[in-house]
């Protein structure tokens, strides 16, 4: 089967950036696809896989329309005030927004069958679920809806692999969070130089859900993520922690998006990574407090250090906003490295490569510790020293 991804995606919700181009990203792939994907899952009580059934059709009754970062554009729309009224047209306007689905239509024109991870009412789920998608032979694509039950908690870590060829691995994922749940969700990329990849990603919290994000873009030639989310119920939180490492002549275009729709609601966008070589990134960061979102605070903050004159780097940090009652900050700190304390690093017998790669580790480590598992550490620890025992 066929799969064909050809457009644009990771949209910048306004205009501003429009003459510098970086209003989005164009995409162009084309695999073939083996449904039969490579995928190590391991479950935990509590939580279950569905694909097909009354739950599962209820399921994705309900969370199908969540919109995510690579595809929807953004609705500059009123969140509502303290009337029902209002709030139910919010909730309409969510549902509603324009989007491209060009991901979405691409996977379903492929055959892809959608998936539903789903946790029991009330249950908080002790160990991590943990999945790991492989690229091989095969090239792999998954469509996922995570539904996070009223009251229960989960943790799942994702892991992306692949091997030294020419491939493809992609992944589009809806998560709803209901009314007092949370989602821990940790994704780790460990992909090859040689292999194409997107993950596009899209989070709906209810009224007290809580989410956070956890993700390392360490490998791949062309790298696309998005992720959107939408606060939509009241006090919901949001929390990301983003590390990457851009080597070679590969490419990473990062797409965030955190709309503020919920009264009294909180979201917080770390990101922080090494630039290597010939390598390119793009890192679009944006929140949108919407009108009647009183109370609501948001933060995003992003920092890269650049470890060669060759490279192309691009970070458009956004703030956009439609109610007086808010707090917001948001910032990008990109430098080389400091040549005083190279040469004071060098100075102590540690060589030039040994000090990038100290520097480095500092980057990414700051996002690994917060993974919380040490199998999934190890693995990410391990990739990253590699890089630079392959480096000539």
């Given at each position: 089967?066929?799969?064909?991804?050809?457009?644009?995606?990771?949209?910048?919700?306004?205009?501003?950036?429009?003459?510098?181009?970086?209003?989005?990203?164009?995409?162009?792939?084309?695999?073939?696809?083996?449904?039969?994907?490579?995928?190590?899952?391991?479950?935990?009580?509590?939580?279950?896989?569905?694909?097909?059934?009354?739950?599962?059709?209820?399921?994705?009754?309900?969370a199908?329309?969540?919109?995510?970062?690579?595809?929807?554009?953004?609705?500059?729309?009123?969140?509502?005030?303290?009337?029902?009224?209002?709030?139910?047209?919010?909730?309409?306007?969510?549902?509603?927004?324009p989007?491209?689905?060009?991901?979405?239509?691409?996977?379903?024109?492929?055959?892809?069958?959608?998936?539903?991870?789903?946790?029991?009412?009330?249950?908080k789920?002790?160990?991590?679920?943990?999945?790991?998608?492989?690229?091989?032979?095969?090239?792999?694509?998954?469509?996922?809806?995570?539904?996070?039950?009223?009251?229960?908690?989960?943790?799942?870590?994702?892991?992306?692999?692949?091997?030294?060829?020419?491939?493809?691995?992609?992944?589009?994922?809806?998560?709803?969070?209901?009314?007092?749940?949370?989602?821990?969700?940790?994704?780790?990329?460990?992909?090859?130089?040689?292999?194409?990849?997107?993950?596009?990603?899209?989070?709906?919290?209810?009224?007290?859900?809580?989410?956070?994000?956890?993700?390392?873009?360490?490998?791949?030639?062309?790298?696309?993520?998005?992720?959107?989310?939408e606060?939509?119920?009241?006090?919901?939180?949001?929390?990301?922690?983003?590390?990457?490492?851009?080597?070679?002549?590969?490419?990473?275009?990062?797409?965030?998006?955190?709309?503020?729709?919920?009264k009294?609601?909180?979201?917080?966008?770390?990101?922080?990574?090494?630039?290597?070589?010939n390598?390119?990134?793009?890192?679009?960061?944006?929140?949108?407090?919407?009108?009647?979102?009183?109370?609501?605070?948001?933060?995003?903050k992003?920092?890269?250090?650049?470890?060669?004159?060759?490279?192309?780097?691009?970070?458009?940090?956004?703030?956009?906003c439609?109610?007086?009652d808010?707090?917001?900050?948001?910032?990008?700190?990109?430098?080389?490295?400091?040549?005083?304390?190279?040469?004071?690093?060098?100075?102590?017998?540690?060589?030039?490569?040994?000090?990038?790669?100290?520097?480095?580790?500092?980057?990414?480590?700051?996002?690994?510790?917060?993974?919380?598992?040490?199998?999934?550490?190890?693995?990410?620890?391990?990739?990253?020293?590699?890089?630079?025992?392959?480096?000539q």
């Amino acid at each position: 089967m066929k799969f064909e991804l050809k457009g644009a995606v990771n949209y910048l919700p306004a205009i501003t950036y429009g003459k510098m181009k970086n209003s989005y990203a164009d995409i162009d792939f084309n695999y073939e696809i083996n449904k039969n994907n490579d995928i190590d899952l391991r479950l935990q009580d509590g939580v279950d896989i569905l694909e097909s059934g009354a739950l599962f059709e209820e399921i994705v009754a309900k969370a199908d329309f969540v919109k995510t970062g690579m595809e929807a554009l953004n609705l500059d729309s009123k969140a509502g005030g303290d009337s029902l009224e209002d709030e139910n047209r919010r909730d309409r306007e969510v549902k509603d927004a324009p989007s491209t689905d060009i991901v979405r239509n691409a996977i379903k024109a492929a055959g892809i069958p959608l998936k539903v991870i789903t946790t029991k009412k009330g249950v908080k789920v002790d160990k991590p679920v943990k999945i790991t998608y492989r690229a091989g032979e095969e090239n792999s694509l998954n469509s996922h809806i995570i539904y996070v039950s009223e009251g229960s908690e989960l943790t799942l870590i994702e892991v992306f692999e692949s091997e030294n060829k020419e491939n493809l691995l992609g992944l589009q994922t809806r998560v709803y969070v209901c009314e007092n749940a949370s989602i821990k969700l940790v994704r780790v990329n460990l992909l090859s130089e040689s292999t194409d990849h997107f993950d596009d990603l899209g989070f709906h919290l209810e009224n007290d859900a809580k989410a956070e994000l956890v993700q390392l873009e360490l490998g791949g030639k062309r790298s696309y993520v998005g992720v959107r989310t939408e606060l939509v119920g009241r006090k919901s939180e949001y929390r990301s922690a983003t590390g990457y490492l851009c080597k070679g002549d590969s490419l990473l275009d990062m797409n965030f998006v955190t709309n503020e729709w919920g009264k009294k609601v909180s979201s917080n966008m770390d990101a922080s990574g090494v630039l290597l070589d010939n390598s390119t990134k793009v890192y679009r960061g944006t929140i949108d407090f919407k009108e009647g979102a009183k109370g609501a605070s948001g933060f995003e903050k992003e920092d890269t250090l650049l470890f060669s004159p060759s490279i192309i780097n691009k970070s458009v940090p956004l703030i956009l906003c439609h109610e007086e009652d808010v707090e917001g900050d948001h910032g990008a700190t990109i430098g080389r490295i400091d040549e005083k304390l190279l040469f004071y690093i060098k100075s102590r017998g540690i060589d030039e490569k040994a000090a990038k790669q100290l520097m480095t580790e500092a980057y990414i480590n700051a996002v690994t510790e917060q993974i919380g598992d040490d199998e999934t550490e190890g693995k990410v620890i391990k990739y990253v020293s590699e890089v630079f025992n392959d480096e000539q």
